[in-house]
């Protein structure tokens, strides 16, 4: 199965900041994907991220916001612009390989001052 | 839209008691069904799954059934571990090529000695 690596595991920032998270993945995989889960909430898909093409966001998720990078079939990025409070969740990325379940990163837990 | 109605938790139970943790979907056409563990302060490992109708996935002593009838899939194990203790998402993913999950509300799940 696919090993994920996802940086950093944790960070604080200052509000109207932006954060970059990175996800590596050992193998080469097309789908990628970002989610979100809010303290004590459930996830949330942000966007799926196929090499090649523009990110797919979900329903009230937008690029400015949270704008994606794909630029090989090993690693993506995930920005978290113009942060507020609000946005203090844990950041997960996954990947899909062919004929396999999801396998999910350990996340990035960040927290808003 | 797909959804995923999950037990409400948090869910406490004695060491060697038995578990089931209910879970119910909303789907168009036959989705496959997911159960996914998270440890405390990890990301989400894949404990289990069913891809079709009367499918009963298995591991780590859990088990689940896909009930087409029922559109149910809920979680049991026959003697609960303190190691146990995590938070448990059901999930499904529609099978038109998406590969989007669709994740249920979680349940906390505590074991105590």
């Known amino acids: 199965s696919a090993v994920i690596s996802q940086k950093p595991s944790r960070d604080i920032c200052q509000r109207g900041t932006s954060l970059t998270i990175q996800c590596q993945v050992d193998s080469q995989v097309t789908m990628m994907f970002w989610y979100r889960q809010q303290p004590g909430q459930s996830l949330t898909l942000i966007a799926t991220a196929n090499q090649g093409s523009e990110a797919t966001y979900e329903s009230g998720f937008v690029i400015d916001k949270f704008p994606i990078s794909r630029p090989n079939l090993t690693f993506s990025t995930l920005t978290v612009s113009n942060m507020s409070p609000e946005d203090s969740s844990i950041y997960l990325c996954?990947?899909?390989?062919?004929?396999?379940?999801?396998?999910f990163g350990d996340g990035t837990r960040l927290s808003i001052l | 839209g797909d959804s995923v109605t999950q037990m409400e938790g948090p869910v406490t139970l004695s060491e060697e008691a038995f578990l089931t943790i209910n879970c119910t979907y909303t789907a168009t056409g036959y989705p496959s069904l997911f159960w996914y563990v998270q440890y405390p302060g990890e990301g989400l490992q894949l404990l289990l799954k069913?891809?079709?109708?009367?499918d009963k996935g298995s591991n780590k002593g859990f088990e689940a059934t896909y009930r087409k009838e029922t559109t149910s899939f809920h979680l049991e194990k026959g003697s609960v571990q303190v190691s146990d203790s995590a938070v448990y998402f059901c999930a499904l993913r529609d099978n038109f090529g998406n590969e989007k999950l669709t994740f249920g509300t979680g349940t906390r799940l505590t074991i105590i000695p």
């Open positions: 069913a891809t079709k109708a009367d």
């Open positions: 996954s990947v899909q390989p062919p004929n396999q379940p999801q396998h």
